[in-house]
């Protein structure tokens, strides 16, 4: 099994511009979600679905724009790039009706300069 | 206040030695908990969730106790492949499922 997966695994983006981080997974689950990760800071949560057509904002939503058309699929889109957005980002999916942890994508880094 | 907290470190200790970290976290209402490994320049796996009971996975013992809002978790006979970032987590009620982290403690096991 693929698992979740992330692409691009690395990005450098000037300020300003746009761009789609994407993220799927193959496991049938309901719950995704997207964590950003600062040196310091811990992973903090941009938003997350619980399903197809269902998305919500986490603690740190803005700047971020999140859709989620289909179970497999949760792509979290940058509208308008700045540097504060220098971070590693992960995907995250769960089984909505078990209690056990999340399984992440390998990451995203990306770099706005 | 953060909502989960954790002694960044980092611990150095010998090969073979016994360590623990502690985590607090400050919701009442928050219901399951877990412990995270991440290497560096990695995503964080899954380690062990950890129950009201305590529970004991090899080397590795967590605790929990809901009256002091406090986690542990126990690493016995530490290996150089035991040096990574461990984060505690905690899950908040109700429908949102989503995890709280802390910043993490990392270990560096030594030869």
């Known amino acids: 099994n693929a698992g979740v997966t992330q692409t691009p695994k690395f990005q450098v983006l000037k300020t300003g511009q746009s761009m789609t981080l994407q993220c799927a997974q193959d496991m049938n689950h309901e719950y995704m979600s997207w964590y950003r990760q600062d040196p310091g800071m811990g992973l903090r949560l941009i938003h997350y679905s619980v399903g197809a057509g269902i998305t919500d904002q986490g603690e740190v939503p803005n700047g971020y724009n999140v859709s989620r058309s289909t179970t497999e699929d949760f792509p979290l889109r940058l509208l308008s790039a700045a540097p504060s957005q220098t971070s590693v980002y992960f995907c995250a999916s769960s089984d909505i009706w078990t209690v056990d942890g999340y399984t992440f994508g390998s990451g995203t880094r990306l770099t706005v300069v | 206040r953060k909502e989960v907290e954790q002694d960044p470190g980092p611990f150095n200790v010998p090969e073979g030695a016994t360590v623990a970290f502690n985590c607090t976290y400050s919701?009442?209402?928050?219901?399951?908990f877990f412990w995270y490994r991440q290497d560096c320049r990695k995503e964080p796996k899954l380690l062990m969730s950890v129950y009201s009971s305590g529970n004991e996975d090899g080397r590795f013992t967590a605790q929990l106790n809901r009256a002091s809002q406090y986690i542990s978790l126990l690493i016995r006979d530490s290996k150089l492949s035991d040096s990574a970032t461990y984060l505690c987590?905690?899950?908040?009620?109700?429908?949102?499922?989503?995890?709280?982290f802390g910043s993490g403690t990392r270990l560096q096991v030594q030869p």
């Open positions: 919701n009442s209402a928050s219901q399951s």
């Open positions: 987590v905690v899950t908040s009620s109700g429908g949102r499922r989503a995890l709280t």
